[in-house]
């Protein structure tokens, strides 16, 4: 049995050594084979130096470095076709996600009916309020709009048995929403709730933003409902219109036309107007995922590694 580490890395030079000793002794505590494979996405620190030091002294060290920084889906993404384990874990560097937590669910995968364990986050305390406030009203919205089951708090850190693996790399979209497509590949998973632990180390990568734009990307990767939503707006609209065109004309026979009603008539167009953007920007968002999906663009690239047998461009 043999169990991989997943660990994409970002300028992650402060916390790289601290990690690395911790998730040692936690591997060495477990005697199963396995290894580590760190994915260095383009930092531009000394990371790169740091993982080769520690494949150098220690032979279950596999390093990947990527042509620039490709994001953490796609270094997840070349973590997974490239390990070999028969459980395998995406964990993050920043020792935000607690390797002591490994053997805990290492066990529950070998002795109850699940096909995976999921570290799910209890507590959203030393998050900025409006952010929790936002990430909770997106989860409520994409698991109302999705097949996609996404829950709220979950993590990338997950252990999980091969035939789940081989199912992740088999969804080869470019757009990648991990959180969505662990729930959309179905199987049982077992959440075991933690305390949030701030990283200790370096800073995240992740403003307000990013996530805002993340968060649309999860919706529209999992979700065809803006779409039905826009068309139903399209609907109503013209069947309004339907009804006030008759009332004019009727007005007309009966009262006759003076020249009246430029604000409503104003309104009406700027509403429509409006409408009509919005549609097409929810349009413009699924034409430029299916854009770049066509391209059929690799999701990473590799430009050095210490094991040849890697993919070096997927
Ligand atoms: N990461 C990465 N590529 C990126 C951004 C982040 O590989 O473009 C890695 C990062 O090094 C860390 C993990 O993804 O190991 C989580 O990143 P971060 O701690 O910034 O996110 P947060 O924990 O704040 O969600
Ligand atoms: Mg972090």
Redesign the pocket.
């Known amino acids: 049995m043999k169990i991989s580490l997943i660990?994409?890395?970002?300028?992650?030079q402060e916390?790289l050594p601290l990690f690395f000793d911790e998730v040692t002794k936690v591997m060495k505590s477990l005697s199963c084979d396995y290894e580590i494979l760190f994915?260095n996405?383009?930092?531009k620190d000394n990371t790169l130096n740091l993982l080769k030091d520690f494949a150098k002294c220690d032979n279950h060290i596999t390093y990947i470095s990527f042509a620039r920084?490709?994001?953490?889906e796609?270094?997840m993404y070349a973590g997974f076709c490239n390990v070999s384990g028969d459980y395998v874990t995406v964990i993050?560097?920043?020792m935000?996600h607690p390797p002591s937590l490994i053997p805990k669910m290492l066990s529950i995968l070998q002795n109850k009916e699940y096909d995976s364990v999921a570290a799910r986050r209890n507590t959203r305390e030393g998050e900025p309020r409006l952010r929790s406030l936002f990430a909770k009203l997106f989860y409520k919205i994409i698991n109302k709009i999705s097949d996609a089951d996404v829950v709220g708090g979950a993590t990338d850190f997950r252990l999980m048995k091969r035939k789940m693996v081989d199912a992740i790399v088999a969804m080869s979209e470019y757009n990648r929403f991990s959180k969505g497509i662990f729930g959309w590949i179905g199987f049982k998973t077992y959440w075991l709730p933690y305390e949030n632990i701030e990283?200790i180390a370096?800073?995240?990568?992740?403003n307000f933003w990013n996530l805002f734009k993340y968060s649309i990307d999860g919706i529209v990767n999992f979700s065809q409902m803006p779409l039905s939503i826009a068309s139903l707006l399209g609907v109503s609209i013209t069947g309004i219109s339907f009804l006030f065109v008759a009332f004019i004309i009727i007005r007309k026979l009966i009262w006759g036309d003076p020249v009246t009603g430029w604000a409503s008539t104003m309104s009406v167009l700027l509403f429509i107007g409006g409408m009509i953007l919005l549609c097409l920007g929810i349009i413009g968002q699924y034409i430029a995922k299916i854009y770049l999906e066509v391209k059929n663009r690799p999701h990473y690239i590799i430009s050095e590694s210490n094991n040849d047998k890697v993919i070096k461009i997927k």
């Open positions: 660990v994409p890395c970002y300028n992650e916390a994915i996405d383009g930092s920084n490709f994001g953490k796609a270094a993050d560097a920043d935000q990283r370096g800073q995240t990568k992740w």
